[in-house]
C-alpha cells in the first residue's frame, strides 16, 4: 500500500538520526562537553537532530553539525574585527588589551595574592603593585586610587567631596557622554548640586570666582571629548583655576597620561596635574589602551578621602582589571598605541598589497586613502590619515556576519575596510573574510 509505505519510510529516516545518548559518546562531543559545559552541547546537539529530521542534513551528519553548531566559549561575546576607522569604537569594547595584558588577566583568574603580602603572610593593600605602576607612570600624582570606569570615577569624586554642596561647573563642560548618559546628570545622582558657569560658547575666571563660596565642594573641569566648539569662545585652564583655592577635578576622559605628539590637544594626566589640578579622572579603556576602568590621580589627602568613602567599595574593581591594568602601564606598547604610531605609508603599503591580493582572487577591490578617528571619547576634531579597501557595498553586512566578523564602514554605495585599528597580523584574517564573501 502506498500509504504504508510511505509512513514506513518516515519512521525509516527518524530511526537514522542518532540519539542524544550516541552523539555524546563521540569523543570530540565529549572533549567539547569539558570545555563548554553539558547544556551548550546539548543545545546544539538537538538543533542538529531537528535539522536531520527536517531532511536538512544527512542523519550520518549529526555530529558533525553538532560540532559545527558549537560556540567557541561558553560566553557568547564573540571577537570582531575593527574594520572601521573608529580606533577605540565604544560598541566593539573600546581598546583592545596587549598581549602581555591579557596574560596578567589569565594569570590573575584563578586565585591571586591580589590581597595578600606572601612574604609575611599577613593582608597586603589590594592592587598595590598596580597603584605603583601608575604612580610611576605618572609621577606628579601623589597617590593613585582604581574604580571601575571614568563615570564611576567622577562619582566617587563628587560624592567624596561635594555631597550636599556645589560642584561649579561650566556651561560649555555640560557633556553627554553616549548612550543618553550625561556628566552633569551623573552629579547631581550623588547629591551634589550643581553651579552652572558661563555660557554655552564662553566662560571666564570671573565667572568661577563669583561663583565660588563656602557651599563650594569642588571645581569641575570636564574635557569636551566628543565635540568640539569653535568661532567665538574662551574657556579657563587649570593653571588658572589652580589658584581658586578649592579642589579643582579635571575630568580628561580619554587616559592618555602623558602628552602625544599625534593628538596635541588631547590633555593628559602629567601635564593637567603639573598645571595644579587636585585631581584627575581619566577612562582605563580609551588612549591608555587597557581594561575598562576609572584612574584618580592627584593630591594624597584628596586620594585618602576616596579610597576611604564607603562608596569606594561598591566601585571596587576586580582582580583581572588590576592585573590587566598593571601589565598595560608596565608592559610594552598597547594595540592602541601601535596604530597611533603607525604612518600613511605604511598603512597604504598594506592596503596595497591586500586590494592586490583580492583581484587576484576575482574580487572587485581596490586600495583607497581613508580618514580614521580616535573616537570612543577622544581627539574628536582629529583626522588620521589612513589606508583601506573599498568593495562592492553589499559586501558590509556579509563580512559583519562572517567568522570572524569584521565590521567595516559603509558610505556612498560602498564598503570601506579601514586598515588604521586592525593589526598587521590580521590582514590575512581581513583577506580570508572577504574571500569567504565572494
Ligand atoms: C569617556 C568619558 C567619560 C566616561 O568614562 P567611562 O570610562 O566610559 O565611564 C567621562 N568623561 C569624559 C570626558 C569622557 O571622555
Do not use: W
Amino acid at each position: 500500500m502506498i500509504a504504508g509505505s510511505y509512513s514506513a519510510a518516515m519512521v525509516d529516516t527518524r530511526h537514522a538520526v542518532p540519539g542524544t545518548d550516541r552523539v555524546l559518546d563521540d569523543g570530540d562531543v565529549a572533549a567539547a562537553v569539558d570545555r563548554l559545559g553539558r547544556d551548550l552541547v546539548k543545545k546544539a546537539i538537538h538543533s542538529a537532530q531537528q535539522r536531520a529530521r527536517a531532511g536538512d542534513i544527512d542523519p550520518a551528519d549529526v555530529v558533525k553539525a553538532t560540532l559545527a553548531a558549537l560556540p567557541p566559549s561558553a560566553a557568547t561575546i564573540r571577537r570582531v574585527l575593527n574594520a572601521t576607522g573608529v580606533l577605540l569604537h565604544t560598541n566593539l569594547g573600546r581598546a583592545p588589551l596587549s598581549e602581555a595584558a591579557v596574560r596578567a588577566l589569565v594569570e590573575a583568574s584563578g586565585t591571586t595574592d591580589v590581597e595578600l603580602d606572601l612574604t609575611t603572610g599577613q593582608r597586603g593593600r589590594r592592587g598595590a603593585t598596580t597603584l605603583a605602576a601608575l604612580l610611576e607612570a605618572v609621577p606628579g600624582a601623589e597617590a593613585a586610587h582604581v574604580v571601575n570606569n571614568g563615570a564611576a570615577a567622577l562619582a566617587l569624586a563628587a560624592t567624596a567631596l561635594a555631597q550636599g554642596k556645589e560642584i561649579v561647573l561650566a556651561r560649555g563642560e555640560m557633556v553627554e557622554i553616549g548612550d543618553g548618559f550625561r556628566i552633569p546628570d551623573l552629579l547631581t545622582s550623588t547629591g551634589a548640586r550643581l553651579r552652572e558657569v558661563g555660557t554655552t560658547n564662553r566662560v571666564h575666571l570671573d565667572d568661577y570666582r563669583d561663583a565660588i563660596g563656602p557651599d563650594t565642594g569642588m571645581v569641575l573641569k570636564v574635557h569636551p571629548s566628543n565635540f568640539v566648539i569653535s568661532g567665538f569662545t574662551s574657556s579657563v585652564g587649570v593653571s588658572a583655576l589652580a589658584g581658586l583655592g578649592v579642589p579643582v577635578v579635571v575630568d580628561i576622559g580619554s587616559g592618555l597620561l602623558a602628552p602625544n605628539a599625534r593628538l596635541p590637544r588631547e590633555p593628559d594626566a602629567a601635564t593637567t596635574l603639573s598645571d595644579g589640578a587636585s585631581l584627575v579622572t581619566a577612562s582605563g579603556d580609551k588612549l591608555l589602551g587597557g581594561p575598562q576602568a576609572g584612574l584618580l590621580l592627584g593630591h594624597l589627602d584628596l586620594v585618602h578621602r576616596l579610597r576611604r568613602h564607603p562608596l569606594a567599595r561598591g566601585l571596587r574593581v576586580d582582580k583581572l582589571t588590576l592585573a590587566a591594568l598593571e601589565a598595560t602601564l608596565t608592559g610594552p606598547d598597547t594595540p592602541t598605541a601601535e596604530a597611533l604610531g603607525r604612518s600613511e605609508t605604511s598603512l597604504a603599503a598594506r592596503a596595497d598589497t591586500l586590494s592586490a591580493n583580492l583581484r587576484q582572487a576575482g574580487i572587485d577591490a581596490a586600495a583607497c586613502a581613508t580618514s580614521a578617528l580616535v573616537g570612543g571619547g577622544g581627539a574628536p576634531d582629529v583626522d588620521l590619515a589612513s589606508a583601506g579597501i573599498r568593495l562592492p557595498q553589499r559586501y558590509a553586512t556579509a563580512l559583519r556576519g562572517g567568522e570572524p566578523p569584521v565590521l567595516a564602514r559603509h558610505d556612498n554605495g560602498t564598503c570601506t575596510v579601514d586598515l588604521f585599528a586592525i593589526a598587521p597580523e590580521d590582514d590575512d584574517a581581513v583577506r580570508q573574510a572577504i574571500v569567504a564573501v565572494a
